[in-house]
Structures are given as C-alpha cells and as structure tokens.
C-alpha cells in the first residue's frame, strides 16, 4: 500500500487522456493506498467531478490564469508545493511535451529520481521499478531510484488502460494554495498554433497510413481513395505532417497517436521505430514498400513489395468488384 | 547585437535499426552490437548555434562530457566552426542526467555563461530522462524542449518555436535560459558530409581540449537491469503486387479477422 500522486493535464478544460491513463496505473499501484491528483491548466475544475469518478481520492486544482499556457517554472513551483503538501511514493505524469519537460525539472529541484517515457512502473524489492523499451526495441530496461523517497515517473500513451468512470465516487476539488511571483512568469507564450482534432484516429478499426514514399500530393490523394474505399481513417508518418501534406493531427508514433486498429496498411512508410511503436499492435498489418528491406516489412504481416501508385489502384479495383 | 552560445555535444549510442543480439550475458550493452554517433539534436543545436553566430556574432562554445579520448564530438564541433570547446572531467555512462547536469552546470558557471545554452532534446533510448530540463533546474535559468527554431536572440532574451503535440508554440524567454532542441533543423547539413580520410584527419589532429574537473555528484537513479525483449514473431506472407487475386484475398483475410 502507498500513496501515489498524478499530475492531471487539461487544455482549455478538456482531460488529456494519457492523464487518465496515470490515474488508471496510480489506482493499480496504490494497491489501497490514496490517489491525488493535481489538475492543472485552464479550466482545470471542470473535470474534477470526473477525476473522482475515475479513481481519484483528492484532487487539487491549479488553475492560476497567468499559467493559461504552460511554461516551466510556474508548474514546477505549483507541483512541488503540490508534493510537499502530502509526499507520495510515486508521482506520475503523462510523457506529453508538458509532462516530460515538467517532470525532470520537478525532479532536479527537489533531487530526487525520475524516469521518462516508461511503458509502467511497478512495486519491487519493498521499492519501484520503472520499465522502458530501448535500443530500438530490443531491450527492456529497468529503472530504480538509488534511495528511498519519491519517485517520478512519466508514463507514455498507452502504459495503462484509461479507468471506467463510476458516478458513486465523488468528492471536493480544493485550489492548491501555491505563492507565485511574477518573476516566476518571466517565460511567456506568445502564440500557439494547434491543428483541430478532425480524424479519431484511436477508435478506427481500419487505417490507410501515409509515408515519405506517396511523394506528393496526388500519391496522398490515392491513399486518400483506398481509405475511402474501405471506409478507413488516414494516418501518416512525421514526414508527411512535416513536408505539410496532412495535419499533425495524422501523425501515429512516438510523438503522434498510439493506434490499435484491426487493419493497419502502411502506404510508402519505412518503418522508423518512432512510427512502429505507434502502431504495431495493429491485429493485422499490411505494408506497401517499393524497398523489399524496408524495416516495416518486419512487423507486417503481409508484404507487399512494389510501387504504391500501381499497387493502390488495383487494392481500390478488387475493393470495388 | 551579439549572444555567447553554449551547446552541449553528446556522444550516444547509434540505436537505428540494430540486428542481433544487443546485450551480452551480464545483461549490459555489448559494445560491438551498437556503434554511437554524435546525438543528431544535439547536432540539431550546434547547428542553430552556429547559424546564430553567421547572422549575428557571438562565440560559441560547445561542451562535452568524457574522458580526454572520448570526446570526438568536440573535434565534430571544431570543424564545424565553435570558437571554444571544454570538456567535463566525468564519465556520462556512470552518472544519472541529474549528476551529468550538475557537472555540466559547474562547467558552464565556471565560463560565465550568461546568454543561450542549447542542447537537444535525445532521443530517450539508454538515456535515462531529458538532460536540458536537469540543466535548466540546475542553473536556475528559464527552458524550453523540443524547439524547432530560433526565431530571435538578443543579450537578454530569446524568442523559440517549439513542437508541442498537433502544433507549435512560440515562446519567449529572459536569458540565461536552457533550450533543448528537437528533430526538425536539420534537413540539409551544410557542414557535412566529408570523405573519409578528412574524417580520419579529423581524429588524428593534435588539439588542445581544456579540462572542467567536475566534482563527485551523486547519482539518484540507477539502472536496475536489462532484459532482452523476444522478437516479434508474426506470421508475415509476400504478396505479388502483380497478382489482382493475390491482392484480393490478402484484403479479405485481412479484414475479416482471425
Ligand atoms: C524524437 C523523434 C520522434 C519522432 N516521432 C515520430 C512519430 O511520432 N511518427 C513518425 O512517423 N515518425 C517520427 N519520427 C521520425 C522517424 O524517425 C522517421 O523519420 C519517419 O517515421 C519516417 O517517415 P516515412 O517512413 O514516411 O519516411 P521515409 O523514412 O523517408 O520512408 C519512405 C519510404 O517510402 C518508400 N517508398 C518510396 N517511394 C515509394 C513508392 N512509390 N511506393 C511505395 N513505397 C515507396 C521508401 O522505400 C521508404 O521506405 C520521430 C523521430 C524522432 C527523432
């Protein structure tokens, strides 16, 4: 049994669901043991209500307007004040652009252990571990800190389920009292630009994946007509929300979505291991490749070596016969 | 208006497409299955670094950690252009990021940086958790992680575009702030690439590295083993990308499940 403490993102009053995900692990991990949260971000006390239903014991709020935007130091401040309050074994965070910039500057100021990106944390040896997958996934390492006392772990999407919601559970979100100067807001965000979510790309049964290899803008428009054939979602690799051929929202991998549809077709995509973890748990995956040694052949199940530009059209015509 | 620059420059562990076994029998990493290279975000911030210095001035410095031969990333950094390089007396596969980072900050006080401190942000693959934010804390400056561009930079702040998820937020920053560098930079490498006996001549070139001793830190984290993760076995099937009813019935079995 031990208490566990999980930083909760919202953004403009809606739950980012790696947070919840870090609720679900915190509620297995407690074994018993109390679960805060800290909800912080703009709109922050909306989603309480939510947070209790969802497995959380206490919830504090931050929601300062002058930290709307994140920057470093504010957070940092709130969330140690936040730890001081009532220090737990281990504070998760989602390994999000926010969590994993939060979390190792939390952990540097108050010197105490912190691992990024772990696929889960677990109790071991009267202490935690910490499990990450490296070396191009050929390896799993596991992480510990050196004494006793906090542990600061960010997990990435889809360490742990998210946690069902049960209206019986309810409680009271308190404002964190935290004293904050303006010195502490030296860092401003000037401006933000964010792609609309328009793809659901988690719940797709079926996606039609872009990679470097569709070349241009009409390469894209015949993945575009598969995925409309088979009534699929788009995604794509960082090269093509990069080269500006479809929104961020698109993208699947390490810094994109984590997907786990029935049918995964990986359209001119060589398989980097940033866009693999995204997606290779897809139940089953076809890969379209003109380089028969392209990495993602590895992990599809059915290899389809040529041109995608011959090859879609002819999936599109035995689709339409 | 000029701004000194401090990069830090890594040497890691070259984790792209690896074949064969990783580990040896004691569960560590064999040395001969993975090569290392020279961490491309950081090469991402000396490049931002330099470009900075083309357009505006400045001195750029760049910083590694390592013993006197380990440091081929400095004499990377020479070629390229720095005006400085400094090595920190500590050994990076023994230390924790929050160890390296306070030999690294002893360093950078110790030079009296007052203006950018770049770094990338790595990829996290036997690094144990982002160096740049352990720095930030560190030296009690201001940080930004994953920037993609430097959009201004003056003696007292910078303006960063990073990558946030589905977009981008540019943000401002009084210096001395750490800013740790993403993926996007370096498309085109100007300075590179070059035969194989410069590389050589490179290596072999007698330069003066001076030394930072750092003093014995602590680390709070350790590595409390690794384990070899089985591959993947999937059935996998070649499909003739000639052959309609080939591709038919891949389609079908596909999508029809198990
Ligand atoms: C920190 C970090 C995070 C990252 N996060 C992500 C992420 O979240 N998602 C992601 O996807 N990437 C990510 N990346 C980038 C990743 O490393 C790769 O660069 C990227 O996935 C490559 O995209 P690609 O496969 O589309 O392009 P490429 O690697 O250029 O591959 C193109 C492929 O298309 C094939 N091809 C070319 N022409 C044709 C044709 N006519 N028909 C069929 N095939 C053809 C080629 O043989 C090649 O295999 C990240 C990288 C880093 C360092």
Redesign the pocket.
């Known amino acids: 049994m031990a208490d566990i403490s999980v930083f909760i993102e919202v953004d403009d009053g809606v739950l980012n669901d790696i947070s919840l995900q870090c609720l679900g692990a915190a509620r297995a991990l407690a074994d018993g043991g109390v679960v805060r949260c800290l909800a912080a971000g703009a709109g922050a006390s909306g989603i309480a209500a939510d947070l209790f239903a969802r497995g959380a014991d206490e919830v504090k709020v931050f929601d300062d307007s002058r930290a709307a935007a994140y920057t470093t130091k504010p957070y940092a401040k709130a969330v140690i004040a936040w730890l001081n309050e009532a220090p737990p074994a281990v504070a998760l965070f989602g390994a999000t652009t926010i969590g994993n910039d939060l979390a190792p500057s939390v952990a540097a100021r108050l010197k105490t252990p912190c691992v990024l990106s772990a696929d889960g944390v677990e109790a071991a040896d009267g202490g935690y571990v910490a499990r990450r997958v490296e070396f191009d996934r050929k390896v799993q390492t596991a992480y510990a800190p050196e004494k006793e006392g906090l542990f600061i772990v960010s997990l990435h999407d889809g360490a742990a389920e998210t946690p069902a919601a049960d209206a019986s559970r309810t409680g009271e979100a308190v404002p964190l009292s935290v004293e904050l100067d303006d010195s502490d807001f030296a860092a401003r965000v000037l401006k933000r630009d964010v792609a609309k979510k328009t793809v659901n790309l988690k719940d797709a049964k079926i996606i039609v994946a872009?990679?470097?290899?569709?070349?241009n803008a009409e390469?894209l428009a015949v993945v575009q007509q598969l995925a409309d054939a088979l009534g699929a979602e788009v995604g794509?690799?960082?090269?093509?929300v990069d080269a500006g051929w479809l929104a961020a929202d698109h993208?699947?991998?390490?810094?994109?979505a984590t997907v786990r549809p029935d049918l995964y077709i990986a359209?001119?995509?060589?398989?980097?291991?940033?866009?693999r973890v995204?997606m290779l748990d897809a139940r089953k995956i076809i890969a379209?490749?003109?380089?028969a040694n392209?990495p993602?052949f590895k992990v599809a199940h059915y290899q389809v070596v040529?041109?995608?530009?011959v090859?879609i059209p002819k999936l599109i015509k035995v689709l339409a016969a | 208006m000029s701004v000194d620059t401090m990069v830090i420059v890594r040497e890691v562990w070259d984790t792209r497409d690896l074949v064969g076994q990783v580990l040896d029998d004691t569960g560590n990493i064999k040395a001969d299955a993975v090569g290392t290279r020279f961490e491309?975000?950081d090469l991402n911030a000396l490049e931002m670094a330099l470009r900075l210095k083309d357009a505006q001035g400045g001195k750029v410095t760049a910083i590694s950690a390592g013993e006197p031969r380990g440091v081929d990333v400095l004499r990377e950094a020479l070629y390229r252009g720095v005006d400085a390089v400094v090595r920190v007396n500590a050994d990076p596969l023994a230390l924790d990021d929050q160890a390296l980072a306070e030999a690294y900050a002893g360093a950078i006080r110790e030079l009296g940086s007052q203006g950018l401190i770049l770094i990338g942000?790595t990829?996290l693959d036997g690094e144990n958790s982002l160096l740049g934010a352990h720095l930030a804390a560190a030296l009690d400056a201001e940080q930004v992680s994953w920037v993609d561009e430097l959009e201004e930079a003056t003696p007292e702040r910078a303006v960063a575009r990073r990558a946030i998820e589905m977009g981008t937020e540019t943000v401002e920053v009084p210096l001395p702030a750490v800013l740790s560098v993403?993926?996007a930079l370096l498309e085109d490498d100007p300075r590179s690439p070059r035969s194989a006996k410069a590389m050589l001549k490179l290596k072999m070139k007698k330069v003066d590295i001076p030394a930072h001793e750092a003093p014995a830190i602590e680390a709070v984290t350790k590595t409390a083993g690794r384990a070899a993760v089985p591959e993947r076995v999937i059935e996998t099937r070649a499909v003739d990308a000639e052959s309609e009813a080939e591709l038919k019935s891949m389609l079908d079995e596909a999508r029809k499940g198990d």
């Open positions: 872009a990679g470097a290899g569709v070349g390469g794509a690799t960082r090269a093509v993208q699947i991998g390490q810094t994109g359209c001119g995509i060589s398989g980097a291991v940033q866009h995204g379209i490749n003109t380089d392209a993602i040529g041109d995608l530009k090859v | 491309p975000e942000t990829v993403g993926v």
